[in-house]
């Protein structure tokens, strides 16, 4: 597999041309492919030390998501669809099987039937979904059921435009091996959904899977409530070559699992721009089989060559796990330019204690994050020992002109105390997890960033040939900490993806590092 390597510093600033695999013989590489997806990320140095085939078993449940699926995909008995009006909708839903333009005459109300199943289902290429600022809108009985209000598969040049999906339950729209999907003003409102019977389940107002040359315009998804292992506003699974754009999530809760607005795993050249996720929450009562309760505004999982521009999280909040307003987890080649994040409180328990809160953090390889800003980033009595602005976590990340601002540790109370950790404006992206902790930030480049109003600007622990150029700090308590050979005690608890619970005591590697004195 061939590993691209970094532009020089000055063309980083100049706009950072990542570098495209070659597209021609051996080396193309498609979503269709994600073991060349996986490969790539696990070429970089510090990824070696991870054990992949682990690590993808845990994290990757694209399959385990596309199987639960299959009670939709396999549903049988519907309603063909003949007339290019739709007027009404029977329990076992309607089935669009040939081309053409399809459009609402009015409101639509939908009482589905007690099985999987969905409102519409659309398996013919050439189609157009009219909703006509119409609303769909669902009474379900049973809000554990596997339902969909729109469907497509096997499909392409399937457009979705102009209207409301109202009260669905598993998915407002799902669309599986799709290509040439466009999504365009349509909301999905009211989905409620509670099922913690089956592991990995996530609704998603909209959720697209093995799909290329996808647009998503203009969307909105909000006020979902659900108790489930996970929950997503938009999810995209297994994609190559798409937009999001103008997209606005808002009003997820996840009463005993995380919560999630953007989030793709396995896909490439995805570019997302002007969305915002808003209002997020996440719960914990006694589910500690799911992979966690994070609150993530915005979360890309093995993914490769996506671009974020012009985006914001705000009003993000965590119980007992991780919250942050971005992460890039383990993902390689990412640029994102101009995202802002405000508010992101982390620890909001019964407990009084999370894992950590973030404005952007970084695990990955080769990512570039300019022009960010974050604000109001507040961990309580955080099992990591940190709430961040900027964090950094493997190799070759640079950060160009990034502001943090009002970034704190503090117990229930609002209390601050280094026995508490540090509420640090830029630093190392902590986890007590092996391989995890092991693995310090390398090559990580900081300019031109400044840290305002927080117990520490920059953290230099953990880094290693790292540098901190013309970088500012306003109204922090420590402006560099440079810690050589302390060590901190980090944990984590099954709530927060440690079972049974763990400590861990971790010795600052920081070396080779360049930075200004005080």
Known sequence: MMVCERSRFEELWAGFAVCKLNRHGEEEMSANDPQAIIGKIFSYDVFNELDKAALVAKLDITDAIYNINSAIRLQQGQSPQTDNVISEIPPQGILISSPGTYTFFADITWSPASVACAAITIISDNVVLDLGNFNLKATVQDNSQLMAGIFIVNASHVTILNGTLVDMCLYGICAESVSALTIENVTITGLSFNNLSIRNISPAGIHIDKASQVTIADCAVQYMYVTSDATDGIQVLNTSNGTLSGCRVSNLVNYDGSVTGYSSIKSLDIATAHCSSADLQSHFSSNIQTLGHTVLGFAPIFCINLTYEDCTATNMTGCCDDCHGMSVFLDALITVNNFTANTVTD????????????????????????????????????????????????????????????????????????????????????????????????????????????????????????????????????????????????????????????????????????????
């Open 347 to 518: 620890g909001v328990a019964r407990s009084n204690s999370g894992a950590k809160a973030t404005g952007l953090e970084v695990y990955g390889a080769e990512v570039l994050i300019s022009n960010c800003s974050v604000e109001n980033i507040k961990s309580i009595n955080p099992q990591d020992k940190q709430s961040t602005g900027f964090s950094a976590w493997g190799i070759g990340i640079t950060f160009i002109n990034c502001k943090a601002n009002n970034v704190v540790v503090c117990d229930e109370n609002g209390n601050q105390s280094p026995a508490l950790g540090y509420g640090t404006g830029f630093g190392w992206a902590p986890d007590p997890r092996i391989p995890f902790r092991n693995i310090g930030a390398y090559r990580v480049q900081y300019s031109a960033c400044s840290a305002s109003n927080c117990q520490v600007g920059f953290d230099t622990w953990f880094h290693v040939n790292s540098t901190w150029t013309h970088v500012s700090f306003t109204n922090c308590d420590t402006n560099i900490l440079v810690e050589p050979g302390v060590s901190r005690i980090l944990s984590g608890n099954p709530c927060s993806e440690c079972n049974p619970p763990i400590t861990a005591s971790i010795t600052n590697i920081a070396s080779g590092n360049t930075y200004p004195p005080e």
